[in-house]
């Protein structure tokens, strides 16, 4: 018997019952955040059995920090800011100035202090970004108007709160340190923008140049195992060297790292290879996050709990819906961002956990954030469902006065059409060259770039995920006569192919394979045909040896 296991123990215990409830939470329509919370209390000290050892469970929810991080900057869109960005700033804004509020209102009753009850505001004016991109994504509105305010409104406060990230442990440090001398405060103060200001410099200026050209690089040696690692060893490199060099924060370091990334041509690459092992440990830091949650809170502080609900499902809520309304928006656009709002989620763990570290944060706020989150991701899903009903009842309300919902470009009104699933490499020369034969083709990619440039190409097209019901009916593929699945994911290909087979049982169903395994996957769900890639590439490059001079005589026998 090995000793010393604990971090062995840690990562396959927590990952197994992370699985397990997480499944469980998305077979019930929940959000996977609650099953992997519910993991964390089961491995945690508040509950009977197996304990985790909770420093190596910190050590490891701060690595999935900075890959939690890492990716929100490697999807930091400008773009989508500056379109919406006279709503989602100063709206954004305001309703966390409002929500802060709230929640340092509800911390003065209970007795803590000011800054206690400005950072358990701040937890709870941060909705999670997982959360609402997922219900965006299902009812296929990441390309319509009220979609973009809400994503909009969502990157606001994300960069608020990684300012929140940098600037909590100066007050930290004023509060339990030398707090009475305003001027030693202002001096760190000063000291820490100083720094911040000179790690923004070096990475716009060498990190801007250098890590592109290093992705590049290593890029053009072929090797993915490479690839993956340097894309990981960027994220984790900066974090470490802007908390060492710079003295800022690993989220801070690994959120800039992402947003360098970004702009290089390979960044989709670069998310898709290190998205694994992003997952993987943002699961284990919500398997941490929630080791660290007393249940008993629930039932020692019910009335306080109600509150926090409150001011995360109406309080702030309502704070969004006035302030769209407020700048000329209609009910359903309003509504939209109101019901995205109505949760809470990773950034408010972070901070939750940061406060409590530093003493700004009692434990007993830390677990009036964690249930008010866990209750809150909860409730959402049925407020959005509220939602579609409302929208269904005000049909012809919202017609009238509402903004398109999607941006002008080619008629998806199509019949006898082709449906081409991922327009990537593949699928773009694939629906290239139908368009140019005459074929109707419609693309679904979940790229927005992918999506453009089939819109500049004359192809229409439709954002979102290809497994999601609301995004495959758009698709009308009743009327469409073959679907080719050209995305390198079997198992969501498969779950597409599954559900397009009920949709249209005569629909010709043909997939992408890279394997052997792959195929009998994907035929299994219902494909009428999978492309093994490798082998066509090789029955190619053999007509091509053999249509050579040394060995075109042979062709014929």
């Known amino acids: 018997m090995h000793h010393d296991t604990d971090l062995i123990n840690i990562v396959a215990i927590g990952l197994a019952v992370a699985f397990v409830l997480g499944a469980i939470a998305q077979k019930l329509k929940f959000s996977p955040l609650v099953g ?38 490697l999807h930091f869109s400008l773009a989508d800011l500056l379109e919406v960005k006279a709503i989602a700033i100063p709206g954004a804004i305001a309703q966390i100035v409002v929500a802060t509020a709230l929640g340092w209102l509800l911390a003065l009753g209970i007795g803590w202090s000011h800054l206690e009850g400005i950072v358990f505001g701040l937890a709870l004016s941060v909705a999670s970004t997982v959360v609402v991109l ?69 990475m716009l200026l060498v990190g801007r140049r250098v890590i592109p050209w290093t992705l ?3 890029a053009g040696t072929g090797s993915r195992e490479l690839f993956t690692l340097c894309v990981l060893a960027i994220a984790l490199g900066v974090a470490f060297a802007a908390a060492h060099l710079f003295g800022v924060s690993f989220a801070l370091g690994a959120f800039f790292a992402g947003m360098i990334l970004n702009e290089s041509e390979l960044s989709h690459k670069a998310a898709a290879d290190s998205l694994p ?12 996050v929630g080791m660290l949650f007393n249940p008993r809170v629930i039932l020692e502080h019910p009335l306080q709990l109600l509150a926090v609900l409150g001011i995360i499902l109406v309080g ?140 500049a190409a004359g192809i229409p097209a439709i954002r979102g995920n290809a497994a ?3 995004v495959l009916a758009e698709a009308h593929p ?18 597409a192919i599954a559900k397009l087979r009920a949709l249209n049982p005569s629909l010709t169903l043909l997939a992408r394979a890279h394997s052997d395994a792959e195929v009998k996957h994907l035929l299994a769900h219902g494909a009428d045909g999978a492309v093994l890639a490798e082998r066509e590439l090789a029955y190619s490059l053999a007509e091509m040896v053999m249509a050579t001079p040394p060995y075109r005589a042979l062709r014929g026998t």
Do not use: C
């Open 216 to 218: 590049a690089k290593v």
């Open 277 to 288: 092992l992003r997952d993987a440990f943002a699961v284990l830091f919500f398997v941490s």
């Open 478 to 495: 009743q009327r469409a006569k073959i679907a080719i699945l050209a995305i390198p994911q079997p198992l969501e290909a498969g779950e």
């Open 468 to 470: 999601a019901d609301k």
């Open 36 to 73: 992997y919370l519910l993991a964390g209390m089961v491995v945690g000290p508040f509950t009977p059995g197996f304990v985790a050892d909770q420093s190596l469970a910190n050590q490891l929810s701060e690595i999935g920090v900075m890959l939690l991080m890492f990716g929100v900057g």
């Open 134 to 202: 997922r219900a965006l994504e299902e009812r296929r509105l990441l390309e319509s108007k009220r979609g973009r305010i809400a994503i909009g409104w969502l990157i606001v406060e994300d960069l608020a709160m990684v300012l929140a990230l940098v600037f909590l442990p100066v007050l930290a440090d004023a509060t339990h340190g030398n707090g009475s001398d305003w001027r030693a405060t202002g001096l760190s103060l000063a000291l820490t923008l100083l720094k911040l200001g000179a790690f923004v410099a070096f």
């Open 316 to 455: 702030q809520s309502l704070a969004a819906y006035a302030l769209v309304r407020a700048f000329g928006q209609d009910k359903l656009t309003a509504l939209t961002v109101a019901v995205s709002l109505a949760q809470i989620g990773e950034f408010s763990f972070i901070l939750a956990a940061l406060g409590l570290s530093l003493h700004l944060l009692p434990q007993q706020g830390h677990d009036l954030i964690l249930a008010g989150a866990l209750l809150s991701i909860i409730v959402n899903p049925f407020l959005f469902v509220w939602l579609d009903r409302w929208q269904a009842r005000h049909a012809d309300e919202t017609a009238a006065t509402a903004a398109p919902e999607l941006p002008p470009g080619p008629s998806t009104d199509l019949s006898d059409h082709a449906i081409v699933i991922g327009y990537g490499r593949v699928g773009s020369a694939l629906a290239r060259v139908l368009h140019e034969r005459g074929v109707p083709v419609l693309a679904i990619d979940e790229n927005r770039d992918h999506v453009e440039r089939a819109h």
